[in-house]
C-alpha cells in the first residue's frame, strides 16, 4: 500500500510502498478513505515532537473496516469507522473512572518482541500516534476506533477523530463553558475553530476568536465568534478592555509559551484558562503565583476532548447529520497522498482551516 514516510525531520515526507501485517486477534484493519492533516503531525515534521522514524504520520481518519483479529467481536468487515489515537487499556484507575483519554497503559504499538505492524522488506516503520493515518490502510489497536452513524461522509468523519473531538471536547468537557459566558480563544486553525464551535454549542454570550492570522476571521465568525481580535502582545489589553476586566474562560490552542501566558492574562477574577495546543518537548509557561492565587483562577489541560471518544465521536456525528456542527466549512481542500507536502504548506501558510486527503482505492 502507499503510505506518506517521515524519514528526516524537516524534510518533506516521501510517498513510498509498504507493507501492512495481518490483524493480530486484537487488532483491525481499516482502508482510510478521508485523512486530515494536524498540525499535531507537523510538530513531528519539525522536530518540535520526537518521533521514532521512519514513521507514517496522520491520526484524524475516518474508513471502512477491512479485516477484524480473532478476538475483534465489536467491529466487521464493512463497519465504518473514525479511529482515534486515545486507545486504552479499560482497568486502570482512569479508565475506570471514566477517562480513558488519558489511560497510561494505552497499547498503542504492538508488544516489543512482535513484528512491526508496518514495514517496507525488512525495515520497521512506526506509526504516529498507534495510528498511521497517511495510508490506503490502518493496523490498529481494537480500542482506537468507534462505529459512526449510517450516512455521515467520511471526508468530514475524518475530522471527529481530532480536531472536532479535541476542540469541541476542549470547550464543553474541561473547560466546561457555561450558557451566557464570555470565551476567548487564541489560535483559529482546525482544533481552535472548534473549540469556538464547542463554545457555541455551550450557548456562550460572547466568543473573542484572536488570530495573528486576519484571514482567519471570517471562518472564525462562521464557527460562532462574535468578536475577533488581532494576535499579539497587545491582545491582552484589547480582550480586557472589551470585556471590563477579562473573559470567563480561555483556551490557547497554538501551543506556544507566549500565547498560553497571554490566555491567562485574559481571564478575569475567577476565569478558568484550558491549555489545547500542544508545546514543543520541554517547553514550559510561566504563572504569576499571587495572581492566580488572588484572583482564583484555573488552569487545566485538556487532551482528545476530555471524555470517552467512543461515545462523542458518533454524538458530533449526529449532530453533523442533524445540521448542528458545522464539518463543511472545515474542510478548505481535498487533496490526494501525493500532495500532503503542499498540504502542509498550505497550513503554515495561514491558508487553510483543513485539507483532507481523500483516497479513492
Ligand atoms: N498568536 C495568535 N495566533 C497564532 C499565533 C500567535 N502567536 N501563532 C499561530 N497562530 C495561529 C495561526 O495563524 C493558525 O490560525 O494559530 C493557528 C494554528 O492553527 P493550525 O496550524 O491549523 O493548527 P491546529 O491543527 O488547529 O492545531 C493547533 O492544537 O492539537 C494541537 O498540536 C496541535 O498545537 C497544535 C494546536
Ligand atoms: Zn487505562
Ligand atoms: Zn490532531
Redesign the pocket.
Known amino acids: 500500500m502507499k503510505a506518506a514516510v517521515l524519514r528526516e525531520i524537516q524534510q518533506p515526507l516521501t510517498i513510498e510502498d509498504v507493507e501492512l501485517d495481518a490483524p493480530r486477534p486484537d487488532e483491525v484493519r481499516i482502508r482510510v478513505v478521508g485523512s486530515g492533516?494536524?498540525?499535531?503531525d507537523?510538530?513531528s515534521i519539525s522536530g518540535d515532537?520526537l518521533t521514532p522514524m521512519p514513521a507514517v504520520l496522520g491520526h484524524e481518519a475516518a474508513g471502512v473496516v477491512e479485516a477484524v483479529g480473532s478476538d475483534v467481536s465489536e467491529f466487521k468487515p464493512g463497519d465504518e469507522v473514525v479511529s482515534c489515537t486515545s486507545m486504552y487499556c479499560g482497568h486502570c484507575r482512569d479508565c475506570q473512572t471514566g477517562h480513558n483519554n488519558v489511560c497510561g497503559n494505552n497499547p498503542k504499538s504492538r508488544a516489543e518482541d512482535l513484528p512491526s505492524r508496518i514495514t517496507r522488506g525488512k525495515e520497521a516503520i512506526s506509526q504516529f500516534a498507534g495510528l498511521g493515518g497517511f495510508a490506503e490502510e490502518m493496523l490498529i489497536h481494537r480500542t482506537g476506533l468507534t462505529k459512526i452513524p449510517e450516512g455521515m461522509p467520511l471526508d468530514r468523519a475524518a475530522l471527529l477523530g481530532?480536531?472536532v473531538l479535541?476542540?469541541v471536547g476542549a470547550a464543553l468537557n474541561r473547560g466546561a463553558v457555561s450558557p451566557g459566558s464570555t470565551v476567548v480563544v487564541?489560535?483559529?486553525?482546525?482544533?481552535?475553530?472548534?473549540v469556538i464551535q464547542g463554545a457555541r454549542l455551550a450557548g456562550a454570550a460572547r466568543i473573542i476568536a484572536?488570530?495573528?492570522?486576519e484571514r482567519?476571521f471570517d471562518l472564525a465568525r462562521t464557527f460562532g465568534a462574535t468578536d475577533c481580535v488581532k494576535?499579539?502582545p497587545d491582545?491582552v489589553a484589547e480582550v480586557r478592555e472589551m470585556t471590563g476586566g477579562g473573559a470567563d474562560y480561555s483556551f490557547e490552542?497554538?501551543?506556544?509559551p507566549?500565547?498560553q501566558e497571554?490566555a491567562l492574562m485574559m481571564l478575569r477574577r475567577r476565569g478558568v484558562f484550558t491549555v489545547?495546543?500542544?508545546?514543543p518537548s520541554g517547553s514550559s509557561f510561566s504563572v504569576p503565583g499571587v495572581m492566580v492565587m488572588a484572583m482564583e483562577l484555573e488552569v487545566r489541560g485538556s487532551l482528545m476532548g476530555s471524555a470517552p471518544f467512543q461515545q462523542a465521536i458518533p454524538n458530533y456525528a449526529q449532530l453533523y447529520l442533524n445540521g448542528k456542527l458545522k464539518l463543511d466549512e472545515l474542510v478548505s481542500q481535498r487533496i490526494k497522498l501525493e500532495d500532503i507536502n503542499d498540504g502542509y504548506d498550505n497550513?503554515?501558510a495561514?491558508d487553510?482551516?483543513?485539507s483532507v486527503i481523500v483516497f479513492d482505492n
Open positions: 492533516l494536524c498540525h499535531s507537523y510538530h515532537l481530532c480536531a479535541t476542540g487564541i489560535g483559529c486553525g482546525g482544533v481552535g475553530l472548534n484572536v488570530d495573528l492570522n482567519k494576535g499579539g491582545a490552542v497554538i501551543g506556544l507566549s500565547t497571554q489545547v495546543g500542544m508545546a497550513m503554515i495561514g487553510v482551516a483543513r
